[in-house]
């Protein structure tokens, strides 16, 4: 009777224990499975925040009361995968020497241009921007009497206007020279040798 008991025992402890392998198994594979998805997620987002986003300077002007107005446009070329970003934080800086020194900016309030934090489906070309303050008599010249300026476009990508875990974030530079407000043209077209108009920025690749 003891032995038949003790049988009965070993067959449940090993129906108990096997149960438990497999129960921990499935859930080994649920997980894997989880990570496996947000894997996947994430590497589409990632692609669409460096391949389907493109973004890059506008325009460049000059306001009445001498500051510079600087615009950038963002547009998903693939409208067909839909995703959402936070209209970008823009900043700006002037190299004086060797070191980058960011300059006061204010953003473009108008109906045309995205307000900083916005979230947006991105289907169609968008735009945003600010007025900076760029001040300076010892700034280094990359070109002759031209302002070495950069931009930083800070933007936040993700698949739901209201995001709980996949947000990449992706920081444009853009490096331009600037026309100091004011500069003598004749001067700078003797410099640079421009055969018409001196431009107010000229862009440069990334560095």
């Known amino acids: 009777m003891l032995r038949r008991r003790l049988v009965i025992g070993g067959f449940i402890g090993a129906a108990i224990a096997a149960a438990l392998v497999a129960t921990d198994v499935l859930t080994g594979y649920y997980q894997k499975g989880l990570v ?35 615009t950038v446009w963002l547009e998903n070329v693939f409208p067909e995968h839909a995703f959402y970003v936070m209209a970008p934080t823009i900043r700006a800086f002037i190299q004086i020497g060797p070191r980058w020194v960011e ?6 309030r108008e109906e045309k241009f995205l307000s900083e934090g916005t979230v947006v489906n991105l289907k169609q070309k968008n735009y945003a921007g600010k007025v900076f303050e760029i001040i300076g ?68 690749p990334p560095h």
């Open 137 to 204: 008599s010892d700034y280094f010249e990359l070109l002759p009497g031209y302002m070495h300026v950069k931009f930083d476009n800070t933007m936040f990508v993700s698949p739901e206007a209201e995001p709980k875990e996949e947000i990449v974030e992706r920081t444009d530079n853009y490096y331009v020279y600037l026309r100091p407000i004011g500069a003598d043209d004749k001067k700078l077209r003797r410099l640079n040798q421009f055969p018409g108009p001196v431009p107010v920025w000229i862009g440069m």
């Open 103 to 108: 300059v006061p900016g204010k953003e473009i």
């Open 36 to 70: 496996e998805q947000r894997r996947e997620r994430l590497k589409q987002l990632q692609r669409m925040s460096w391949y389907y986003l493109r973004a890059d300077v506008n325009d460049i002007t000059y306001t009445p009361d001498g500051k510079y107005r600087m």
